[in-house]
């Protein structure tokens, strides 16, 4: 049996913060975005796009009536939970229309868990061939305003139809996992913002690399070479950059280190316009490749890292299939230019809105743009969507 990958969504908010209006405000040297984060612009949410509606917009996009009556397990992974109960799983399940007997239900550990989601899918699957799983990692990544993490935010979801006979990657059975109890970045039930060691957070998602990746080709003799793309969790790109030099080595030939750097160019492109989406932010990187390489074929084994703060990582690998690129959206860079740009005036009044609920639980929002779902109003303390 071959499971993986058989469709592949994504979704953004529809507002943008461009990083040279960031440094300008922030009185920085915008090379310092540019060049030392790799960052161009970040995607910002409004209070009506939420982990719900670009989770629900991403798959939206993907799924088809058949596979809506075939999906029996819906898992979102997110680190921005909107209730401490009930799962965004359950309201995708309902505003997509589902059918009713499906397994729906929210994971976390920090942007770590699509992956866990995945393996969970994988091991569905294997039991029952003829079903298919919904894996939706949806974030909003969000620092706060003048904070060390602020030109690392951003918005995004990305969703993934796990299948037998994927027709777009299938996962080879690879994975090492690791976990090491650390205090690099967390978020404490009481606050809506993270609290982050910045520096400390970058060194532990490096030695994560490079540890399992020792682990890795140990108990599977795994060589750079085999690779023809590495992709990495992208906080900010030039931290993946730093973990794809810590595997590149000298024995590599020239050719193999000049075919893997250009897919990792190709796999940071929309991570560069978009910023860190958290869960989504490694499965973004894969569109990015699938969307933007010129050298991908059928038969060419992909590398993934994932890395979640906390800290769980995981390096595994998959296996493109033939006519991977009949899956994909030829229109997705175009959309992202759609985005509206906002100042930086009114990213801080638009990203960090709360919601002013009144003595009955309700509160209404201004119309903003929103995917192809909005969070209408909240009332008596129950969140009401909205299909555009
Ligand atoms: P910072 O203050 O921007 O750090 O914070 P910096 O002063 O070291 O500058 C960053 C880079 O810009 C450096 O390059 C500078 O040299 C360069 P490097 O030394 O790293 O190669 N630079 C310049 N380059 C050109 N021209 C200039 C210039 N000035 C400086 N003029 C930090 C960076 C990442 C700490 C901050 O953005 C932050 O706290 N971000 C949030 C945490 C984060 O993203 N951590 C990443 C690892 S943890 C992770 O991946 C998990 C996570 O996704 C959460 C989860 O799992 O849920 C975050």
């Known amino acids: 049996m071959s499971i993986g990958i058989?469709?592949?969504g994504f979704a953004t908010a529809k507002y943008r913060l461009d990083m040279a209006d960031l440094a300008v405000a922030r009185d920085t040297d915008p090379n310092k975005y540019s060049l030392g984060l790799m960052l161009d612009s970040l995607s910002i949410a409004p209070i009506t796009e939420d982990i719900v509606t670009l989770g629900a917009a991403a798959a939206e996009q993907i799924l088809t009536?058949?596979?809506k009556a075939t999906i029996d397990m819906v898992i979102v992974a997110t680190e921005t939970s909107i209730d401490?109960?009930?799962a965004a799983a359950v309201f995708i399940h309902g505003l997509l229309g589902i059918q009713p007997f499906a397994r729906s239900f929210e994971i976390k550990e920090a942007c770590y868990s699509a992956t866990a989601a995945l393996n969970y899918a994988k091991l569905h699957v294997t039991a029952q061939a003829a079903s298919k799983v919904l894996v939706i990692a949806s974030d909003i990544a969000k620092?706060?305003?003048?904070?060390?993490?602020?030109p690392t935010q951003g918005a995004g979801a990305v969703a993934m139809l796990v299948t037998n006979q994927p027709r777009i990657l299938t996962f080879n059975d690879d994975n090492v996992a690791q976990t090491r109890d650390v205090m690099d970045f967390w978020r404490p039930n009481y606050s809506t913002t993270p609290f982050v060691q910045g520096i400390f957070s970058t060194k532990q998602y490096l030695d994560c690399l490079k540890t399992t990746w020792a682990e890795y080709q140990k108990r599977y003799q795994g060589k750079l070479e085999d690779f023809a793309a590495f992709c990495f969790h992208i906080p900010y790109p030039k931290l993946a950059r730093k973990g794809l030099n810590k595997l590149l080595d000298k024995s590599l030939s020239q050719?193999?280190?000049g075919q893997i750097k250009a897919n990792f160019e190709a796999s940071i492109s929309y991570s560069r316009q978009i910023g860190n989406i958290y869960t989504g932010s490694l499965y973004l990187g894969l569109l990015s490749l699938l969307e933007k390489s010129q050298s991908l074929k059928a038969g060419d084994k992909i590398g993934f890292f994932s890395y979640g703060s906390g800290a769980v990582s995981?390096?595994?690998?998959?296996q493109l299939v033939a006519?991977?690129?009949q899956m994909l959206n030829p229109d997705q860079q175009a959309s992202l230019e759609k985005r509206q740009r906002l100042s930086v005036e009114d990213y801080e009044k638009l990203f960090f809105e709360e919601a002013q609920l009144d003595d009955q639980g309700n509160a209404e929002f201004e119309?903003?743009?929103t995917h192809s779902f909005a969070l209408e109003r909240i009332e008596h303390h129950q969140r009401l969507y909205k299909r555009n």
């Not at 620092?143 to 602020?150: A, F, R, V």
């Open 84 to 86: 401490q109960s009930k």
């Open 323 to 325: 006519g991977f690129e």
């Open 314 to 318: 995981e390096i595994f690998s998959g």
């Open 143 to 150: 620092y706060g305003i003048k904070t060390s993490g602020e």
């Open 255 to 257: 050719e193999k280190t």
């Open 65 to 67: 009536k058949e596979d």
């Open 367 to 369: 119309n903003y743009a």
């Open 6 to 8: 058989d469709k592949i």
